[in-house]
């Protein structure tokens, strides 16, 4: 698993951890994932996640959003949630790029805005030795394994405006209990005067 802190600003949602369940295994195999993060005041909206795969280094056209989807209500601590995704679909990348290094994206956003992007690179290499040696001359994904070098993530993440803290209203609260244990104690000397 890859744990890690992306809190450089003290953001209200912080991601510390992203396990993939089902590593080294078939192209065709779903991504299944754990995410945990942290938050620390509530939150009005979901969190809005993406899975993005990279088919091509070359365009962006390529790119596949395996997954969408929104995760909501968010408590105040540590959540954490699993999740699978179908497997790309290889009738959309070249051919001469099924097989090498790719890169897999999880993005989060609030509000539609991304303030964080984890990017994992992934091999896609030949089951066995011998096909690795003698490759054909167009690979088919039934030959492919899939591996997500989980320990280097790479983070980035993005500066957005979250939910405006209610301070004014703690402030009124605050004075308005203020003002009430004020006129507790004129009531109190009132009350003592008159009865000297």
């Known amino acids: 698993p890859a744990v890690f802190n992306t809190n450089t600003k003290m953001d209200p949602v912080v991601v510390s951890a ?9 192209f065709t195999a779903p991504f299944n994932i754990e995410i945990v993060f942290q938050c620390t005041q509530a939150l009005q909206e ?3 996640w993406k899975v993005i795969y990279v088919g091509s280094a070359e365009s962006e056209q390529h790119d596949q959003e395996l997954e969408n989807f929104s995760v909501g209500p968010v ?4 959540n954490r949630f699993t999740f699978e995704t179908e497997a790309p679909d290889a009738s959309r990348i070249p ?4 097989v090498g290094v790719t890169v897999l ?3 989060c956003a609030y509000r539609g805005q991304e303030f964080v992007r984890i ?3 992934v091999n896609n290499d030949f089951a066995t030795q011998e096909m690795r040696d003698n490759p054909p001359p ?3 994904v039934d030959m492919l394994v899939r591996n997500i070098l989980v320990t280097k993530p790479h983070v980035t993440t993005f500066p957005i405006k979250w939910d405006v803290v209610p301070v004014a209203m703690e402030t009124s609260n605050d004075a308005f209990a203020s003002a009430a244990a004020d006129g507790s104690e004129v009531a109190e000397s009132t009350a003592a005067a008159a009865a000297a």
Not at 75 to 78: I, L, M, Q
Not at 95 to 98: A, D, R
């Open 18 to 26: 992203v396990n993939i369940l089902n590593n080294m295994c078939p």
């Open 46 to 48: 979901d969190l809005e």
């Open 119 to 121: 990017g994992y690179y």
């Open 75 to 78: 408590s105040v601590g540590v």
């Open 105 to 107: 994206l999880i993005t």
């Open 95 to 98: 051919k001469v790029e099924l």
């Open 138 to 140: 167009v690979p088919e």
